[in-house]
């Protein structure tokens, strides 16, 4: 009887845990072949925010401050880091509610909850103690790293959105510039009024078949290194999505049917400092749409706003084309450490 209980308590519905996550985390960073440090920034309300810090002595140079996107974590950036450290130092961290990050309530107000992100980031700046960086933002991290750019101008040397979410309004019915994924429709489908993975969750021991079977994409863009047969993307996507949905819930207060900002930013990028400059890099396959990019381009006029389309991606470009990817970024900080004038990066498809 002993033996049954100990065994019922450990079983769980959800097949996920806090050392599981870790343990797919470190999978994830295990082809990372520089050196580097992955610690826990403490902030304010006893919250943490997961950290990648890699070595390299540039310490002239700015650094490069990487925001991942909605369901995401600082594994995904596995591909880029290595590349991308050999110019100038490199952090990564998982946004609060998200991978190993802390999982705080955020405020039910999208507003508040804008705010609450802007304010971690800034806390956890103060804490590694950077004056001044690159900010590249992916996705939702992208639309994030515009409000922190808004609020902390004096901070962005110069601000790289990576195929951005939330940028343009949400059109009249029949309107729409771009087509959302199938697989996009059948989860709103599924789990709507709920939060936006709450399928992952409530699938218990089939959760992580239904990770796989409905992004088998995203195993591919990682076989490069990983190989054919290796499901350590699924493993990471499914504990990173399977613990307490902090971060969805403050997506969803920010967001309205069916994926639109609530407060678009294509309304407040004027709002940027004119002397902060952006690069603004999209997936030719994309579903984001592409056009805002050149919007932005025309309302920050005279400042200096590069777009690019990278042939042959999709919405995860940094993963998809990810020698292209870096290449790109690479461009925008050696603009930002003025290695490189602004006419050899004006926009281009690559």
């Known amino acids: 009887m002993g033996e049954m209980n100990e065994s019922i308590c450990r079983w769980s519905w959800k097949p996920t845990s ?35 810090e890699m070595d390299c002595d540039c310490s002239e140079k700015l650094p490069l401050v990487m925001i991942h996107g909605f369901g995401a974590g600082i594994g995904f950036w596995t591909l880029n880091l290595d590349e991308l450290s050999k110019h100038q130092k490199v952090y990564a961290f998982d946004l609060l509610g998200f991978g190993r990050s802390s999982r705080p309530s ?31 933002g992916h996705s939702f991290g992208a639309y994030l790293a515009c409000s922190y750019t808004i609020k902390y101008p004096e901070r962005v040397e110069h601000l790289i959105l990576a195929d951005p979410w939330g940028i343009p309004e949400k059109p009249p019915p029949g309107e729409e510039n771009f087509k959302i994924p199938i697989w996009a429709k059948v989860i709103v489908a599924l789990v709507s009024p709920f939060n936006p993975l709450a399928a992952v969750r409530a699938a218990g021991p ?28 699924f493993d990471y996507i499914y ?52 056009t805002s990019g050149y919007s932005i381009k025309y309302l920050r006029h005279p400042s200096e706003v590069n777009v690019k389309i990278i042939n042959g991606a999709g919405h995860h470009i940094f993963a998809d084309s990810p020698l292209e990817f870096n290449r790109a970024v690479l461009d925008a900080c050696k603009r930002a450490n003025g290695e490189i004038s602004v006419q050899s990066i004006n926009s281009e498809n690559i």
């Open 239 to 290: 504990h990173c999505n399977a613990q307490f949905p902090s971060g969805e819930m403050a997506f969803k207060s920010l967001s309205i049917p069916y994926g639109w900002a609530k407060y678009p930013m294509i309304h407040r990028i004027k709002e940027i400092n004119a002397n902060v400059c952006m690069t603004i890099l999209f997936g030719s396959r994309s579903w984001m749409d592409t």
């Open 206 to 233: 089939w959760g992580p078949s239904l990770v796989s079977k409905a992004r088998p994409d995203l195993k591919k863009k990682y076989e490069c290194v990983f190989g054919k047969d290796d499901d350590r993307v």
């Open 106 to 136: 955020f405020p039910s107000d999208g507003a508040e909850a804008e705010n609450f992100y802007v304010q971690s980031i800034e806390e956890w700046r103060e804490k590694v103690n950077l004056k001044k960086f690159v900010l590249l």
């Open 18 to 52: 806090i050392s599981k996550l870790a343990q797919a985390e470190q999978k994830m960073l295990e082809n990372i072949r520089s050196s580097f440090r992955s610690y826990f920034v403490p902030i304010s309300n006893n919250q943490e925010i997961r950290t990648v």
